[in-house]
């Protein structure tokens, strides 16, 4: 009989119980342990959707802070843009330098981070606080707006990484506790059906070679940035 270790995962895991449940129905000495097999692959079943339902939804709310980043980069592109041309061309000039101490690509060369909302806020308030810059004005309103969004969106995923963490946590010490309910039951069915060896033994799942290795991660495959 081959035991289950951490290494793995939910699918085997499942499998592995799965089987158990099919096989114990044909004999009925051990028939009686059936339900305990069943309540716990649903409890490691549901601790487990439990988990990819908060990791999506925080892989969701990355998108939605990238596409805000994506936004506020167009904005502040388009007031430099519309400045530049305000000013005759000329990057020198003291009403472009005071709001464009950086280039409108450095201001937006990172993902969403404190830098780039630093120069966005400062930014909107001077254009409008000063009317040299009225005309940029609707701009700024589109700022101040994918700005808010966005800190919105940061927040709601601060909380949902947690809620992942925590979701985590539980659906480890479940497959924990799932695997050593497994292979004890294996000594336990032994000392019921001392001369039954093979029969015992075709209830449990033969692994193969491929599921001695980890499985998919529970992270993404690529971190988020922020």
């Not at 449940?21 to 342990?33: E, I, N, W």
């Not at 409890?43 to 709310?61: L, P, S």
């Not at 093979?198 to 290795?213: G, I, W």
Request: proline share 5%; with cysteine; hydrophobic share 40%.
């Amino acid at each position: 009989m081959q035991t289950l270790h951490e290494r793995h995962g939910f699918y085997t895991l499942n499998r592995a119980l799965r089987q158990l449940d099919l096989g114990l129905a044909r004999v009925p000495d051990l028939a009686s342990t059936r339900p305990a097999v069943a309540a716990l692959r649903e409890k490691v079943t549901a601790a487990h959707a439990a988990h990819e339902d908060v990791r999506e939804q925080r892989i969701a709310a990355s998108a939605e802070i990238a596409y805000y980043d994506e936004e506020i980069d167009f904005a502040v592109v388009t007031a430099g843009q519309t400045l530049y041309l305000q000013c005759g061309r000329d990057r020198g000039a003291p009403a472009y330098k005071k709001l464009f101490p950086v280039s409108p690509s450095q201001m937006t060369s990172d993902l969403a981070s404190p830098r780039q909302e630093t120069y966005v806020t400062a930014m909107v308030d001077t254009i409008r606080k000063d009317d040299a810059y009225a005309a940029l004005r609707p701009v700024a309103d589109q700022l101040a707006g994918w700005t808010d969004q966005l800190r919105q969106a940061q927040e709601r995923r601060r909380g949902l990484y947690v809620q992942e963490a925590q979701a985590r946590g539980t659906l480890m010490a479940v497959a924990d506790e799932a695997r050593r309910f497994y292979n004890g039951l294996y000594y336990q069915f032994m000392v019921q059906l001392p001369d039954r060896k093979r029969l015992v033994e075709s209830l449990f799942m033969t692994f193969s070679t491929a599921a001695a290795s980890p499985e998919t991660p529970v992270s993404d495959p690529i971190a988020d940035p922020v």
